[in-house]
């Protein structure tokens, strides 16, 4: 498709990043201490001339653009490959960009092209990854392919081993197979259960004069010994056979197991079966429109009042010897501290009870959430360390330790505490090159930040300062790392580069956006994947070295959505009531709105952000690109937007994170009346025609505003609510308020069905009914509950078919005409 002029002009200024000094702004109400490093950050432009509609707003967003998905690196470090939906349904096809231009690649030859997830060989010769749970092995040099397995199991690489062959697991089963002939080698075989104890002696008297009495027993009693004797001599005379089997024990379940690149060393994580069990327990969620006309009962996630505490077993084994360690947690700081002592205290309290405190060992396990696919087991080079991350149980611990292999003990390396809870995110870590020292994210600061330390000397800070360090990688040479971070304002995300030895920090990108990247195999370039506001996500590579430019690849968006008018959000930095850092927002301002106008006052909405740790006031493509159009077209109707990063929203550090600790829906809350405080101050709004809406965690805000603030709003919308926290899930909730059993102040104190009373403005309640996220069943018992108080004021629409993310854009549409017609009929 042809692309317009204004395609043209816009792609340009995407490629510079710049703008003509007319058009740039500096970010509203920036604080002094910014305004210097964001003095090249851009303004969005509005752009487009036909007017959007609602319709079109909640279409299928193919009208929009089919942005490149999972970009990576080919072997060559020159090729890249990415996927591109097909238009009009989820099919993917499969795309490679180099010097010979953008082509597809063909179904047949999915399996060479490597994968996100290839590993490479010490000496940078191979490539492997998988392709449909096979094994694929390239050399880099001659891009030849061989195909390693070809079977039904699921395979799963592990790692390069000394020896150059490569590790794989197929269930609990390690393999190793040579790339060169292909030999495959069963290293070891990890069993649920006892060992086997083979032929035994007769014990009891019975037995004994059995096999004295009657020769046909004690014979087979002897062939069945001499039989066991003889395999037991084959296995230890003869290298061609398999004979590692190992048993974890009656009663448990593998949690995580690793081997060392040496291939001499196990370590293998345990957990006793009903502890897992217990912790994948699984909830009931009815599908009413099933696909055979009944109701189909859907297995869906746990609560988080139903989890008890999950600790795990560390055990090594030495493959040479067969010795086997039992590994404790004695040694690691605090791990008999009663951390919750404050918070027992308070509820005992609560219930005219005493709580005295008391050391006792916490409940431990391997860093394995949901937010994190790293292994927490990291090997060094040689396969001589071994470092393993571990959570506390009540969420307040993270430690990092090896393992002295001799005293098989742990030796901690490093403790993050917080008091609040440990972030399930930044939690990156392994070993330099070739070197006794580790590397880790740690925001014991109060930011996500990079350290070194060897394991028998102190931590160095690589990098300082008032903003999130995320996706480190280190270079072979151990001379630097990349890494991501909003360095100039926490909107703007970079490619930086620190020094390991001197410290010094260098930018790689300044490209004023969203920006993610990987490394080339080679080290030579970075691939960015960067977007604005205005812009979905496209392709560009630039060479690896700092201040540049980079070169675009990709231009997906569509002629149509250029041509659209829409309306470009400004960041603002509203000042807040109850901390020093403002709180960053997004403000949509109307068609004709004039700075320092006066007059008729101005409607004006706040929309919540969902998930609450997530960042929505960025300078680029928002997840929420739906609600971005539908705020540009109440702007282009006179209504001002706010869309703020309340407290709990990511990006903004500890702090910001953890306000919320015990109290979720109070910090939140008094930003949104800061929110409506700037706008009646600054963008001529009527602070009594307010109103606000969101999904999700941005339902439960809607809720905890109407509900606890009623003057607040005068209207409100919440779309796949949370009513009550202890219905929700166990790895995001316990974090912040505990768990029931600990702390029920908390849950009371957050929920919003113990508030309900307090609704006197219209709301509208928006349920999807296959919501395996935030069940149904929230919903429900709210409802109860305002008919029980007599409530009138509410109106609820289900959609039978949704999950939690919508997919029908008849739904979307449906959703969104009803926040309209709340917002015109209550503003």
């Not at 490959?81 to 097909?86: A, G, I, L, S, T």
């Amino acid at each position: 498709m042809k692309k317009s002029l204004l395609s043209i002009a816009v792609a340009g200024l995407l490629l510079t990043g710049c703008q003509t000094t007319s058009q740039q702004s500096e970010l509203e109400g920036v604080n002094n201490t910014k305004k210097a490093a964001v003095q090249n950050v851009q303004t969005p432009l509005d752009f487009g001339s036909e007017n959007i509609t609602l319709e079109q707003a909640m279409a299928d967003p193919d009208w929009i653009s089919r942005s490149p998905e999972d970009a990576y690196w080919g072997a060559d470090s020159n090729t890249i490959y990415f996927d591109q939906k097909q238009v009009g349904n989820q099919l993917r096809d499969t795309f490679s960009i180099n010097s010979k231009g953008t082509l597809p690649v063909s179904l047949s030859n999915l399996h060479k092209i490597g994968s996100d997830e290839a590993i490479y060989s010490s000496d940078g010769k191979f490539q492997a990854y998988t392709f449909q749970d096979n094994i694929f092995v390239k050399k880099v040099a001659t891009q030849e392919v061989k195909q390693l397995t070809r079977t039904s199991a699921k395979e799963e690489i592990i790692q390069f081993m000394l020896s150059g062959e490569l590790a794989f697991k197929v269930g609990h089963t390690i393999f190793s197979v040579d790339v060169t002939t292909g030999l495959t080698k069963e290293l070891v075989k990890i069993n649920k259960g006892n060992k086997p104890v083979g032929t035994q002696e007769p014990s009891t008297y019975i037995a004994k004069e059995q096999h004295k009495l009657i020769d046909y027993v004690a014979l087979t009693h002897k062939n069945a010994l001499d039989t066991e004797t003889r395999q037991a001599n084959i296995e230890s005379e003869n290298n061609s056979i398999a004979n590692q089997q190992l048993y974890i024990g009656e009663g448990y379940e593998l949690v995580e197991s690793s081997i060392s690149p040496k291939g001499d060393k196990l370590i293998v994580v345990v957990s006793k079966a009903h502890m897992v069990s217990q912790e994948t327990k699984k909830d009931i969620m009815p599908n009413y429109i099933g696909q055979d006309g009944n109701i189909d009962p859907v297995q869906a996630r746990s609560r988080v009042a139903d989890n008890k505490p999950v600790e795990v077993e560390v055990r090594y084994f030495d493959l040479k010897t067969g010795e086997q360690k039992d590994i404790g947690f004695e040694t690691l700081p605090g791990f008999d501290e009663d951390v919750l002592a404050d918070v027992k205290r308070e509820n005992a309290q609560e219930k005219g009870e005493t709580y005295k405190s008391k050391k006792s060992p916490r409940s431990i396990k391997l860093m394995l959430d949901w937010y994190w696919t790293q292994s927490p087991i990291q090997w060094n080079t040689k396969g001589d360390q071994v470092a393993l991350m571990f959570k506390a149980w009540d969420n307040k611990d993270r430690w990092i330790a090896t393992l002295d292999f001799d005293k098989g003990e742990l030796e901690p390396q490093h403790r993050l505490h917080d008091k609040a809870w440990v972030n399930y995110a930044y939690n990156d870590f392994g070993w330099l090159n070739n070197e006794d020292t580790l590397f880790f994210l740690s925001e014991e600061t109060g930011y996500s930040h990079l350290y070194v330390k060897p394991i028998d000397g102190k931590a160095k800070q690589l990098t300082s300062g008032k903003f999130v360090v995320s996706e480190p990688k280190l270079t072979r040479d151990n001379s630097k790392f990349f890494f991501k971070a909003n360095v100039d304002h926490p909107g703007i995300y970079e490619i930086y580069t620190v020094d390991v030895n001197t410290k010094e920090k260098s930018a790689i990108t300044d490209l004023n956006g969203l920006t993610d990247y990987s490394l080339s195999p080679d080290e030579s370039k970075v691939l960015l994947k960067h977007s604005k506001i205005m812009m979905p996500t496209e392709l560009y590579v630039a060479d690896a070295k700092p201040n540049a430019q980079p070169k675009r690849l990709t231009n997906t968006v569509s002629d149509e959505f250029l041509n659209k008018k829409l309306i470009a959000p400004k960041i603002v930095a509203v000042p807040s009531s109850h901390t020093d850092a403002p709180i960053y927002a997004k403000v949509y301002y109307p068609a004709d709105y004039t700075p320092g106008e006066t007059g008729k006052k101005r409607k004006a909405v706040i929309f919540n952000h969902g998930a609450g740790y997530l960042q929505n006031s960025h300078m680029g493509w928002s997840v929420y690109f739906r609600e971005f159009m539908f705020h540009s077209l109440l702007a282009s109707e006179g209504y001002v937007v706010m869309d703020m990063d309340y407290r709990a929203s990511k990006g903004y550090g500890r702090d910001w994170r953890t306000a919320i600790y015990r109290q979720m829906g109070t910090p939140e809350i008094q930003d949104l009346a800061d929110g409506v405080k700037w706008m009646s101050e600054h963008a001529n709004v009527d602070a009594g025609s307010v109103g606000t809406y969101g999904g999700s965690y941005g339902g439960f805000m809607t809720f905890m505003a109407l509900f606890t603030q009623p003057e607040l709003f005068q209207a409100g919308a919440a779309l796949r609510p949370v009513t009550d926290w202890a219905y929700y899930n166990d790895p995001y909730t316990s974090n912040i308020l505990n768990r029931p059993d600990v702390d029920p102040i908390a849950y009371k104190r957050s929920s919003p069905i113990y508030f309900a009373e307090g609704l006197n403005k219209p709301l509208l309640i928006n349920a999807p009914m296959i919501d395996d996220n935030v069940f149904f069943q929230d919903v429900v018992r709210l409802v109860q509950r305002f008919i029980e108080l007599e409530k009138e004021n509410f109106e609820t629409a289900i959609y039978p078919v949704e999950p939690h993310g919508f997919v029908q854009p008849s739904s979307w549409l449906d959703e969104y005409r009803r926040i309209y017609k709340l917002f015109k009929e209550n503003l």
